[in-house]
């Protein structure tokens, strides 16, 4: 079954030809960061019109003269006015074609990312969801099934890079940016707080890490001090790195054995190499997602889509977009 699916949550639009949940025919995107660069974070208005302006050619070339079996779209969660771009086109694309019409939720599509990647994985298994928006652990156990086992109470950890790489003037988006200066740094040089929960052991907190980020940048201020932004990303890094993967190994260890990453933050260098330490040293199984497929792209829309399908979710043209919306409860 070929899949077309589309994907305008936040400043990203995509469209992408998807085979049987796990064969990327054609995955194309088209990114606004540079348009978003200037005002140091997203703009929603402006990544509407933009995704209004890419959509048409993007689906175009995506399909590359096909007829897609489906049409799937992203429909929450994200900024309403960009979702709500993707979902009326790919609703007016699925009633012209009379193909069923796919709803997906954002963040089981990057989960899914490691269904491309990895052509065995399979549910279940334990998820740590680090994107822009959410930073969850999840225990996925089945392709349609999610039980939420932890999340942040706060900030989540690609907010929590974004807005430090604010502080530092380093540049939107923060996480390449904070990665890029780490590497220079050291990660030993300040040591930040980190938070547990007695009751939730796999709940995070990051508004301590990124307080303690703007206390150190505004002390050094008033000492007149240079600050040194490479030990600073290097030692944020630390933090923020090590307590994701302190809980969601844990998680891993007391429910599947089998840790998969997945969301923005799961392309982060150090992140890597600390999850495939860890998971060593605990005999867990771990998935990391390709690269290109750890941001936001249509290909991870697509693979979710066909398990969406399997099992009977699919929509009318009543579909609507959503803000918010729970990942282990999606409805339309
Ligand atoms: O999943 P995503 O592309 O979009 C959302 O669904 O939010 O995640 C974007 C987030 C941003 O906060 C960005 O700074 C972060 O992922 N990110 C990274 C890296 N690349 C992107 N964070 C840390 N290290 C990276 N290399
Ligand atoms: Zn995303």
């Not at 996925?140 to 929590?160: F, N, P, Q, W």
Request: one cysteine or more.
């Amino acid at each position: 079954m070929k899949i077309l699916a589309i994907e305008s949550s936040c400043d990203e639009t995509a469209a992408a030809l998807v085979e049987d949940g796990r064969i990327v025919l054609r995955n194309e995107v088209v990114s606004q960061i540079p348009i978003h660069e200037r005002y140091g974070g997203v703009v929603p208005e402006i990544a509407s019109r933009c995704h209004i302006e890419a959509i048409e050619p993007l689906v175009e070339r995506a399909l590359g003269g096909e007829t897609p079996d489906a049409v799937a779209v992203t429909y929450a969660p994200g900024l309403i006015g960009a979702l709500l771009v993707g979902v009326n086109y790919a609703k007016s694309l699925a009633y012209t074609l009379n193909v069923p019409l796919i709803p997906v939720h954002h963040l089981r599509g990057h989960v899914a990312s490691n269904y491309l990647t990895h052509p065995d994985l399979k549910p279940p298994f334990t998820a740590l969801i680090a994107s822009g928006g959410h930073s969850h652990i999840v225990h996925v156990k089945s392709y349609t099934e999610y039980e939420i086992l932890g999340k942040t109470r706060d900030d989540a950890a690609g907010e929590a890079f974004d807005k430090s790489a604010r502080i530092l003037g380093l540049g939107y988006p923060g996480g390449p940016k904070i990665q890029k200066a780490a590497e220079t740094g050291n990660p030993d040089a300040i040591v930040f707080p980190k938070v547990h929960f007695k009751d939730a052991p796999y709940d995070f907190s990051f508004s301590g890490v990124k307080t303690a980020v703007v206390n150190y940048a505004h002390t050094a201020k008033q000492r007149g001090e240079e600050i040194n932004a490479a030990d600073l990303a290097a030692s944020f890094t630390k933090a923020v790195c090590g307590v994701l993967t302190e809980k969601s190994v844990l998680a891993a260890k007391n429910t599947t054995g089998k840790l998969v990453l997945a969301g923005g933050v799961s392309a982060n260098r150090d992140l890597r190499s600390y999850m495939e330490t860890a998971c060593k040293e605990e005999g867990i199984e771990l998935y990391l997602p390709r690269q290109d497929l750890c941001g936001d792209n249509a290909a991870m829309i697509g693979a979710q889509a066909y398990f969406e399908h399997l099992a009977g979710h699919t929509a009318g043209t009543d579909l609507n977009a959503y803000a918010t919306m729970a990942v282990d409860q999606p409805h339309w």
